[in-house]
């Protein structure tokens, strides 16, 4: 029997004055008798691992408690504990995706993950919390946009989730509902530079929402591409016929990146707010940041888990299959991978995300006669962590513990997610056991994510996960999702530093 075949064959029980059978079963403790789900604190011991954390790596185990981790290093399991065995495997804090879009409504559609099906990929990728973008629709109000969000995921997701709130139109109500929105638990707002016509906000929206950030101790995001100057080259491709998916990239050339990268640091510079820049694709941009972060900025920036695989040349593929490649920023040329592997070592991207905003072939049809008719995004949720395990660290890129940092604990702290990141008493029982022996094929098969496609059908992971939990319950058990929609909650984040809480 192979070795990962016979680990956690079934959950071993200690000492059985216990019975466990699942979540609602009848337990024991210290002579009491507690029926039914909400009474019961079920204590697990993932055992024999190598657990790895942001810092460093070491054989041991991790205890959980309820939904909480209790300890960590080398533990006898109480009396009672459930025992999953993780010897051969890496033992990792949930990785977060600060940035997703689900039942996301764009270009007159809706991108093809709801929170149940794309917590369920996210689950089978390790991901245990994602922050997803609630978006301005109505033009003073921010709190129906969240309300609107909440109602897609609330109940339906399966590992926790955040919202950013993305800003689309900053007049002076917004500004004041920003701190309504910091109360509820959303720290971070977004605005797009590009987009024009739909998302896109000028310099002068983008330098106010930064000075209302500064004030509330919140994070300002940035779409870093110069929407002006896009919408000059799509219209005249568009006349000139040159209609088809390479041409999305091709009127997104790197340097309305760079601008728009550079542009934003230095208004974030000159107002003293904290920026991060998401999915940065190429080392112009990249630049722009570390250039800021030597004149002393506190500027950030994320890539995601495409730009450092994938190329402008799959926009180039056939009919729809080159469709599915749209993104914005676009896929670059293959020499920006190399440097961007560079920007990420060097801590100047600090995190890797997906930026997953599913369509299906039907809907990137649309634009096969038009490019920009295409809805953008890919399918990734479920990917980050066994490509990077293959492509990062397999690749000799990155050691085990910058995986955790640039998938979990540095985003855990960017965004205010105190509970999460890392493995830690006290900290919530987000944890991925991952095979490094175990291959999985990527493909339709195999994905949750609710796309009739794969970006990497044919290609195999050489390593897999085998268990996620998300709170200390088991959501996803050798492929398979063990739980019901509504697990997941949403996550209340906070930057505001202690002594300034009550202020
Ligand atoms: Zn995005």
């Given at each position: 029997?192979?070795?990962?075949?016979?680990a956690f064959?079934?959950v071993r029980?200690f000492?059985?004055?216990?019975?466990?059978?699942?979540?609602?079963?009848?337990?024991?403790?210290?002579?009491?008798?507690?029926?039914?789900?909400?009474?019961?604190?079920?204590t697990t011991l993932i055992a024999n691992g190598t657990v790895v954390t942001?810092?460093?790596e070491f054989a041991g185990d991790v205890l959980i408690e309820?939904?909480k981790i209790v300890a960590v290093g080398r533990i006898a399991p109480p009396?009672?504990t459930r025992v999953v065995d993780a010897e051969g495997c890496f033992v990792l804090p949930?990785?977060?995706?600060?940035?997703?879009?689900?039942?996301?409504?764009?270009?007159?559609?809706?991108?093809?993950?709801?929170?149940?099906?794309?917590?369920?990929?996210?689950?089978?990728?390790?991901?245990?919390?994602?922050?997803?973008?609630?978006?301005?629709?109505?033009?003073?109000?921010?709190?129906?946009?969240?309300?609107?969000?909440?109602?897609?995921?609330?109940?339906?997701?399966?590992?926790?989730?955040?919202?950013?709130?993305?800003?689309?139109?900053?007049?002076?109500?917004?500004?004041?509902?920003?701190?309504?929105?910091?109360?509820?638990?959303?720290?971070?707002?977004?605005?797009?530079?590009?987009?024009?016509?739909?998302?896109?906000?000028?310099?002068?929206?983008?330098?106010?929402?930064?000075?209302?950030?500064?004030?509330?101790?919140?994070?300002?995001?940035?779409?870093?591409?110069?929407?002006?100057?896009?919408?000059?080259?799509?219209?005249?491709?568009?006349?000139?016929?040159?209609?088809?998916?390479?041409?999305?990239?091709?009127?997104?050339?790197?340097?309305?990146?760079?601008?728009?990268?550079?542009?934003?640091?230095?208004?974030?510079?000159?107002?003293?707010?904290?920026?991060?820049?998401?999915?940065?694709?190429?080392?112009?941009?990249?630049?722009?940041?570390?250039?800021?972060?030597?004149?002393?900025?506190?500027?950030?920036?994320?890539?995601?888990?495409?730009?450092?695989?994938?190329?402008?040349?799959?926009?180039?593929?056939?009919?729809?299959?080159?469709?599915?490649?749209?993104?914005?920023?676009?896929?670059?040329?293959?020499?920006?991978?190399?440097?961007?592997?560079?920007?990420?070592?060097?801590?100047?991207?600090?995190?890797?995300?997906?930026?997953?905003?599913?369509?299906?072939?039907?809907?990137?049809?649309?634009?096969?006669?038009?490019?920009?008719?295409?809805?953008?995004?890919?399918?990734?949720?479920?990917?980050?962590?066994?490509?990077?395990?293959?492509?990062?660290?397999?690749?000799?890129?990155?050691?085990?513990?910058?995986?955790?940092?640039?998938?979990?604990?540095?985003?855990?702290?960017?965004?205010?997610?105190?509970?999460?990141?890392?493995l830690a008493p006290?900290?919530?029982a987000?944890v991925v056991v991952?095979?490094?022996?175990?291959?999985?094929?990527?493909?339709?098969?195999?994905?949750?994510?609710?796309?009739?496609?794969?970006?990497?059908?044919?290609?195999?992971?050489?390593?897999?996960?085998?268990h996620?939990f998300?709170?200390g319950?088991?959501?996803?058990?050798?492929?398979?999702?063990?739980?019901?929609?509504?697990?997941?909650?949403?996550?209340?984040?906070?930057?505001?530093?202690?002594?300034?809480?009550?202020?």
């Amino acid at each position: 029997m192979p070795r990962e075949r016979a680990a956690f064959a079934s959950v071993r029980i200690f000492a059985s004055p216990t019975i466990l059978q699942g979540s609602r079963s009848v337990v024991s403790t210290g002579g009491r008798i507690e029926h039914g789900k909400r009474a019961m604190t079920q204590t697990t011991l993932i055992a024999n691992g190598t657990v790895v954390t942001a810092e460093g790596e070491f054989a041991g185990d991790v205890l959980i408690e309820g939904e909480k981790i209790v300890a960590v290093g080398r533990i006898a399991p109480p009396e009672g504990t459930r025992v999953v065995d993780a010897e051969g495997c890496f033992v990792l804090p949930g990785l977060i995706d600060n940035h997703t879009h689900l039942s996301m409504p764009f270009m007159g559609m809706m991108s093809s993950d709801d929170y149940d099906t794309g917590t369920r990929a996210a689950a089978a990728g390790g991901v245990t919390c994602l922050v997803d973008f609630a978006i301005q629709r109505e033009p003073d109000n921010l709190r129906s946009a969240l309300e609107q969000w909440r109602g897609r995921a609330d109940g339906a997701a399966h590992v926790d989730y955040g919202f950013h709130m993305a800003i689309t139109n900053a007049s002076e109500p917004v500004l004041e509902e920003m701190t309504a929105m910091s109360d509820a638990g959303i720290c971070s707002f977004k605005l797009f530079m590009a987009y024009k016509g739909e998302l896109m906000a000028r310099d002068d929206a983008l330098a106010a929402c930064m000075e209302r950030a500064r004030d509330l101790d919140a994070l300002i995001m940035v779409h870093a591409e110069n929407g002006d100057i896009i919408d000059l080259l799509v219209k005249r491709a568009i006349a000139h016929g040159e209609v088809s998916a390479i041409h999305h990239a091709l009127t997104r050339p790197e340097f309305v990146e760079a601008e728009a990268t550079g542009r934003a640091a230095r208004i974030a510079e000159h107002i003293g707010t904290s920026l991060f820049v998401v999915h940065v694709t190429c080392a112009a941009a990249a630049a722009e940041i570390e250039a800021a972060q030597q004149r002393g900025a506190a500027v950030s920036g994320e890539t995601c888990v495409q730009y450092l695989i994938n190329t402008i040349d799959d926009l180039r593929r056939p009919g729809v299959e080159g469709c599915r490649y749209i993104c914005s920023p676009p896929l670059r040329d293959a020499a920006n991978h190399e440097r961007l592997w560079g920007y990420v070592q060097r801590g100047v991207l600090e995190s890797i995300s997906t930026d997953h905003c599913p369509f299906t072939d039907e809907q990137k049809a649309r634009g096969l006669e038009n490019f920009s008719l295409v809805p953008n995004g890919l399918a990734l949720i479920q990917h980050r962590l066994p490509k990077l395990w293959d492509e990062g660290v397999m690749a000799g890129r990155i050691a085990h513990s910058q995986l955790v940092d640039l998938t979990s604990t540095t985003i855990a702290r960017r965004f205010g997610l105190n509970a999460k990141g890392a493995l830690a008493p006290g900290k919530d029982a987000d944890v991925v056991v991952l095979d490094p022996a175990a291959p999985r094929p990527y493909g339709v098969a195999t994905s949750f994510m609710n796309v009739d496609y794969d970006l990497y059908e044919g290609e195999t992971a050489s390593a897999s996960v085998r268990h996620t939990f998300s709170r200390g319950t088991l959501v996803y058990d050798r492929g398979e999702i063990m739980t019901e929609p509504g697990h997941g909650r949403f996550v209340r984040r906070t930057l505001r530093p202690a002594h300034r809480a009550e202020l």
